[in-house]
């Protein structure tokens, strides 16, 4: 106990100076024996349904393979209490439990481990420590991070087009459907398409809109157009999602 504590020490000084409001502040922490010869795991954590699921992932080194992770996690303010993160290893490719659609074609060519934190306090700082272990050393990353900062839905589904008057279109989505608690926590969604024009793309931003559909006027006949969504909480917390594959529809130059 009195050895960990001047790691500890250390650990929450570094933590305070960079807490200050970033979505996720990332720290490369000591590595327990060797320096350069091991790969500290680059994690990323982020909340696709407040507050339920909290995903932290990060990528296997292709070169130096880790034997085995270790993934825990504690509250800042009591950190003796440290509890395990559930490790969830590559193999089982598509990202856990819950995105069963979102991306169905984005294979990662990187291998990515997840591990998943159940239903976390709210407005409660946490500190993750994923600490990947080689034959002969170990290297840890420490990650602070509060609910509020890190959430990020998954893009919104189902995006589609239809025509509704000679130039005026309906553009309609649906809430990601991991989104669990929609009705305690509503989304936002912000609209952007593209178009090119003489070789130069243009875009337009709408939004953000809390209804899932959006009437789209003065679009130019012959243009083919991209159309994107994306969903963010409707207080703001966090981060929008990424945006929605793209649905291109071309508008027609004629009435038929
Ligand atoms: C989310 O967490 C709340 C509070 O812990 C719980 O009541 C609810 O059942 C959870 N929902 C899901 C979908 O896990
Ligand atoms: C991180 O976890 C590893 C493995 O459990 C442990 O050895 C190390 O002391 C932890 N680091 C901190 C700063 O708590
Ligand atoms: C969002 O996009 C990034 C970068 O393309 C990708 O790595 C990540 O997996 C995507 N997240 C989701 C939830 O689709
Ligand atoms: C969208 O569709 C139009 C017409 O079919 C095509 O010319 C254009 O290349 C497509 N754009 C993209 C990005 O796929």
Known sequence: MAAMFGRVCVTVTLLMCVLGGQALDLLRATATSGTDRYSTPTVYCWCASYPNM??????EPANSPATHYIATYSERHSQSDIKQCNLIPPSSSSPPLNSPS???????????WHCQLPTLKLLTDYIINVTAVYSSGS???????????????????????SPQNIKDLLLEWSPPCTWANLDIF?????????WEIGGTSKSVNLGP???TKVELKTLSPG???????????????????????????????TQP
Not at 231 to 241: I, K, N, Q, T, Y
Request: aromatic share 8%.
């Open 139 to 161: 290297s840890s990353h420490l990650a602070s991070f509060m609910l509020e900062d890190i959430v990020k839905p998954d893009p919104p589904e189902d995006v589609r087009v």
């Open 223 to 253: 243009n083919a157009y991209l159309f994107q969504v994306c969903a963010m909480e409707l207080l703001g917390l966090g981060e929008c999602s990424n945006w929605s594959s793209p649905v291109n529809v071309t508008i027609p130059r």
């Open 54 to 59: 909290t995903l932290c992932s990060w990528p």
């Open 102 to 112: 979102s991306s169905p074609s984005s294979v990662p060519s990187e291998q990515l």
């Open 186 to 194: 509503p989304l936002k969604y912000q609209i952007k398409y593209l």
């Open 209 to 211: 809109v809390e209804s």
